[in-house]
């Protein structure tokens, strides 16, 4: 069995964000999508299905997906689950100071499977994502309970996102906004006003991997979203995100999700 609640946490045609509450009493097939997903359980358990192998979840667990990564769930036992789908234009909005936040970058580069929430966090969340899912709140409520959600996820710890050297985020949108580019550190470096060791450094510090693996996930999940949603032949979605050569971009996509780009595409087109 398996029953839903869905509210667009934002109304058509404004950023995307969607909450939904899934009830669970069967395994979900493995699935991908182009968004930001956050899911925390608050009841039941089940096995979680991913790249990065399989998670026991139970009350309070919390997984956090990038665009292109792909889950499932399994020995599904009673499962309450709410998730929360976040478009990337939110980010760059709403959501700005969590680009800088470098709990949130770590979280996002590493597993899927975050720490669990507990006592007063697990409580605050569970209202949270209720309220969001119920939807009707006004627009400035809403904002906050997704940040409520969002911002208590995330591991203890960090530096204060106002330290954030401005270079960073603006090379991160840099890369963003062109990851076909023949970027190099030297290359960005120059673009961002900084010497190619500092910015290195500070790019890494901040974002939780170096500038040219950021460019490579970015990379990875636009062909992901591209290999779903067009026609495209595999060597032309290479070209496309940047990864001329057909071998270094099967190679290269493999790294990311576990999958050849024509195998993600047979298994998740659907």
Do not use: Q
């Not at 590493?110 to 969001?132: F, N």
């Amino acid at each position: 069995m398996h029953r839903v609640r869905r509210a667009d946490v934002f109304p058509p045609g404004e950023h995307h964000v969607v909450a939904e509450r899934h009830e669970l009493t069967e395994a979900t097939a493995a699935h991908s999508h182009d968004f930001l997903e956050l899911a925390v359980v608050t009841g039941g358990s089940a096995t979680h299905v991913s790249m990065a192998g399989e998670r026991r979840l139970e009350r309070g667990s919390v997984v956090l997906l990038r665009p292109g990564d792909w889950h499932g769930y399994d020995a599904c036992a009673g499962l309450a689950v709410h998730n929360v789908y976040v478009g990337s234009e939110v980010l760059d909005h709403e959501l700005a100071w969590l680009r800088a936040d470098p709990r949130f970058a770590e979280a996002l580069h590493g597993s899927a499977v975050l720490p669990p929430l507990t006592g007063a966090g697990l409580a605050l969340a569970e209202s949270s994502l209720a309220a969001l899912a119920a939807g009707g709140a006004p627009r400035a409520v809403r904002v906050g309970l997704l940040l409520c959600v969002l911002g208590g996820a995330l591991p203890p710890g960090g530096e204060s996102p106002a330290r954030a050297h401005p270079a960073v985020m603006a090379a991160a949108r840099l890369l963003e906004r062109d990851v076909a580019a023949g970027w190099t550190v030297e290359r960005l470096a120059g673009e961002a006003g900084l010497s190619p060791g500092r910015l290195a450094r500070l790019f890494t510090r901040r974002m939780g991997v170096p500038p040219m693996a950021y460019l490579g996930r970015l990379r990875a999940e636009r062909a992901a979203a591209l290999l779903i949603e067009t026609d495209l032949p595999v060597a032309a979605v290479g070209r496309r995100v940047g990864w001329p050569d057909p071998n270094y971009a099967s190679r290269r996509f493999r790294r990311h999700f576990g999958l050849s780009p024509a195998r993600y595409r047979e298994r998740f087109r659907a």
